[in-house]
Each structure stands twice: as structure tokens, then as C-alpha cells.
């Protein structure tokens, strides 16, 4: 019997539970009528918002209980002056309608109302908080000269506590010590606010440097790929022109070719230089080069980034290599995927890239294009057959440890090849590895993450 009762005891009773929950539901409220109301107050202009403070503390100063409420320095013998007394309240509140543009003249308005008022020995007023509120917009809001308004300040509370101990004030003089140093407290926390104003405003700005130099960046890689490729394989094909003149039909095709390689050149340039324009309209209404829908998105099941590149698609990029008289095998390993974006367009730059330097430095030579399929990383390689198995200038414009071969007499590379392909590799936390093989040749590898669910 004594265990039930305990157990009972214990237990929350449905009213008890009920109410419970309408307190949490309360809360919730409040809560949520606090961000709304804080969010609101934040969203309007600042000039708008100091004018309303002047009117709220104003109003607060004549109504009761809060009408007797404030500051008194010196606690001298109240004096009444009704009108007098209003005058200098409304002295004290007013000048907060412009704390924030103009906080000397703040500071100077609502301190003399203030030094007035207290040495007058009028009656307590809600107004009297006006001076601290001054005191905070001067250190928060004052952008030059706020060295200069120590002195002023300071000898201004000196005469102040001056004419109230001439007027019998029954202070003591550490009294006023620390009452000024109250005062300096308020003003050093309007300071240190302003400060965290200042470091945040210049965080926005790096972030925003740093996110425009990257996206210069990327937009730079995205170019190189794109010029590089294309006028590569129209310079192959048009330099091969010559040698086909006797017969007509192949004449006809190498032409047609060149046609639309600069065609999808345009179409992707086009591309790019819509999001260089940063409109996003280019880039959200435009379609992929080659015919293809951008690589991933659709297959992701979700809206692609509208800053993201239009890619092609491996097999037209495989086939459009070789309609240039590159051979290009095509191996594709396991199951494939929906790639992430990021990793999608990757690999098909990486590819891009690699047969392009395929194209320039070991052209007519048999190229391999190998692509595994895994369900957290795609292992990618592009290798090229050496001429005789001896290893020579292969799909790549530089060694991995950045020494540049010696150029080709028809083809000089522009350094940024396996550079740019390192760097968006390592980006996706991948490995990179370039250069030639034992066997003759040059291959590029990666291993590219995908984060196991696409």
C-alpha cells in the first residue's frame, strides 16, 4: 500500500499533464510573437525606428506608474515647476529621434536637458533614462570623432556634480565617482557593440571577396575546358582538311564536323557567360550543350544549381572525339549512378580535358576512356598509347610535379590543364594522380567521392 501511494504521488494527474501542456503551448506562442516582433522591429529603416523610440520613452515619461520612475543625482530638495519640468523631459526624450544619424547632438541635447533638470531639483521623470540611451548612441552609432567627445563628456559630469554639491547635494564625493563610472560603462557597451558591428560587416566582406574570387575561379576553369576542347578539335579537324580533298564526301563531313563543334563551343560559351552576368536567367532557361540535359540533375530528382555549368553527356563527348579521327574506347564498369552535380560535372570535364590533350599530343594514337561505377566514389581514367612503347608527350600539358615537357612543334599548352583538373578533383576531397606509364603513354586518373547516395 505504501509503494502504490508513492507511485501515485509521482505520477502527473491528467490536470497536471493539461496543464502542462497549455504552459508549453504558451511559451511556444510568446516565443513566437517574440521573433516576429524582434524580426519586424530589425526589417524597418533605422531613422523610423529612433523617431518611435523618442515617441514610446516620451509617452512613458507622463504616464503613470512609470512617470516617477528615473535618474537622480544629487537627491536635492524637489523643487515643482510643473512647466518647467516638462520642458526639460521632452529636452531628455526628443533628441533620440536622431541617436543613431547624429549621436553628438544627442548626447548634447538630452545632457544639457539632464544637467538642468537634476540641478534644478525637479521631480524624478521616466525621461532621465534618455541620457543613458545617448550615452549607449554615441557608442554605438558615433563613426568620427568619438575621442574627441571623452573630454567634453567628461569635464560636462565634473561641472554637474560640481554645481550639485554647491547646491547642498548630500553626496559624498566617491558618490560621484561612481555614478561617472556607470555612465562610462553604458557608453563603453554602446562601443563594444559597435565594434562587433564593425567585425561582422568586415567578415560579410571577406566571405563575399573570397566567394567572388572563387566563382572567378571557377568560371575561369570552366572556360579553359570549353575553349580549350573545342578549338582544339576544330583546329585538328580543319588541319586534316587538306589531306581528304580527293575525296569529296569525307571533305563534306570533316566540314560538318567543324561546324558543330563550334557550334556547341558558342552554345556553352553562351552558357557561361549568362551566369558571368550573374542574371541566372541564362543559366535557368538555357539547355545543355550537345543535346543533352545537364549531367545528374534530372537522375538527382531535384532542381540543379542554377550556377552550375551545362554539361553533355560521356558517350556524345566520346563520339564526338572520335568523328574529330581521335580513336577513343569507351569502358564503363559497374553500375551507373546518379551523381551528385558537383561530382557529375567532374568527370565530365576531367574527360573532357584529357581527351583534348589527347588530341594535341598524341593524335591518332588509340586512347582508353575508363569510367568505374561504385556506390561512394567513381574511379575515372584516361590513358593514350605512347608512339613505339616509349613514353612521350601524352594527354597531359604537365607533370604532376608542375614541370611542363617540352611543346610539341604544331600545339603549345597553356599550363592550366591537369592543374584545373587537380584542383576540382581535391575540391571534392578525391585523389588526383597524373603522368606516364611504365608501359608508354600517359594516363590521368581520379578517384572521385560521391557521398554513397546521390
Given at each position: 500500500m505504501r509503494r502504490e501511494s508513492t507511485d501515485s504521488a509521482r505520477s502527473p494527474g491528467p490536470d497536471e499533464t493539461a496543464g502542462t501542456r497549455r504552459a508549453a503551448r504558451m511559451e511556444a506562442v510568446c516565443a513566437g510573437w517574440w521573433r516576429t516582433g524582434t524580426a519586424w522591429w530589425q526589417g524597418r529603416p533605422r531613422a523610423a525606428r529612433d523617431r518611435e523610440l523618442a515617441f514610446v520613452l516620451t509617452v512613458l515619461s507622463f504616464a503613470e506608474p512609470l512617470a516617477g520612475v528615473g535618474a537622480r543625482f544629487g537627491d536635492l530638495p524637489t523643487r515643482h515647476a510643473p512647466v518647467l519640468a516638462v520642458l526639460l523631459a521632452l529636452g531628455q526624450t526628443l533628441p533620440l529621434a536622431v541617436r543613431a544619424d547624429r549621436p553628438a547632438l544627442c548626447l548634447t541635447l538630452v545632457g544639457l536637458a539632464f544637467g538642468v533638470h537634476q540641478s534644478l531639483g525637479l521631480p524624478q521623470t521616466f525621461a532621465s533614462m534618455g541620457l543613458y540611451l545617448a550615452l549607449y548612441s554615441v557608442g554605438a552609432h558615433a563613426e568620427r570623432g568619438r575621442r574627441l567627445l571623452v573630454m567634453p563628456a567628461v569635464a560636462a559630469y565634473a561641472a554637474l556634480s560640481v554645481v550639485l554639491h554647491a547646491r547642498g547635494a548630500p553626496l559624498p564625493p566617491q558618490d560621484y565617482v561612481v555614478i561617472g563610472l556607470v555612465l562610462a560603462a553604458v557608453w563603453g557597451g554602446g562601443a563594444v557593440v559597435r565594434g562587433r558591428r564593425t567585425a561582422e560587416a568586415e567578415r560579410r566582406r571577406l566571405v563575399a571577396v573570397a566567394a567572388t574570387a572563387t566563382e572567378r575561379s571557377r568560371l575561369a576553369r570552366e572556360l579553359h575546358d570549353v575553349v580549350t576542347h573545342h578549338v582544339t578539335a576544330m583546329v585538328v579537324q580543319s588541319d586534316a582538311a587538306p589531306f581528304l580533298m580527293a575525296s569529296p564526301e569525307r571533305v563534306t563531313e570533316a566540314l560538318a564536323a567543324i561546324s558543330g563543334t563550334g557550334r556547341r563551343a558558342l552554345a556553352e560559351l553562351r552558357y557561361l557567360?549568362?551566369?558571368?552576368?550573374?542574371?541566372?536567367?541564362?543559366?535557368?532557361?538555357?539547355?545543355?550543350?550537345?543535346?543533352?540535359?545537364?549531367?545528374?540533375?534530372?537522375?538527382?530528382?531535384?532542381?540543379?544549381?542554377?550556377?552550375?555549368?551545362?554539361?553533355?553527356?560521356?558517350?556524345?563527348?566520346i563520339e564526338q572525339t572520335r568523328r574529330g579521327g581521335q580513336p577513343v574506347d569507351l569502358i564503363e564498369e559497374g553500375k551507373r549512378l546518379p551523381l551528385p552535380i558537383g561530382a557529375d560535372l567532374t568527370v565530365y570535364r576531367l574527360v573532357q580535358e584529357s581527351l583534348t590533350n589527347a588530341v594535341k599530343y598524341a593524335s591518332g594514337r588509340p586512347t582508353r576512356v575508363t569510367v568505374g561505377y561504385g556506390h561512394e566514389h567513381v574511379d575515372i581514367e584516361v590513358a593514350n598509347d605512347g608512339p613505339d612503347g616509349h613514353a612521350r608527350q601524352g594527354i597531359g600539358d604537365a607533370h604532376d610535379d608542375g614541370r611542363h615537357p617540352a611543346p610539341g612543334p604544331r600545339h603549345v599548352s597553356g599550363g592550366r590543364g591537369l592543374g584545373g583538373l587537380r584542383e576540382r578533383v581535391r575540391m571534392l576531397g578525391g585523389d588526383f594522380t597524373a603522368g606516364p606509364r611504365t608501359d608508354g603513354g600517359f594516363s590521368v586518373r581520379a578517384c572521385i567521392p560521391t557521398g554513397g547516395d546521390a
Open positions: 557567360l549568362g551566369v558571368l552576368e550573374a542574371t541566372g536567367e541564362s543559366a535557368a532557361n538555357g539547355s545543355a550543350p550537345g543535346g543533352s540535359a545537364p549531367g545528374g540533375s534530372a537522375a538527382n530528382g531535384s532542381a540543379p544549381d542554377s550556377r552550375a555549368p551545362a554539361r553533355g553527356d560521356l558517350r556524345d563527348l
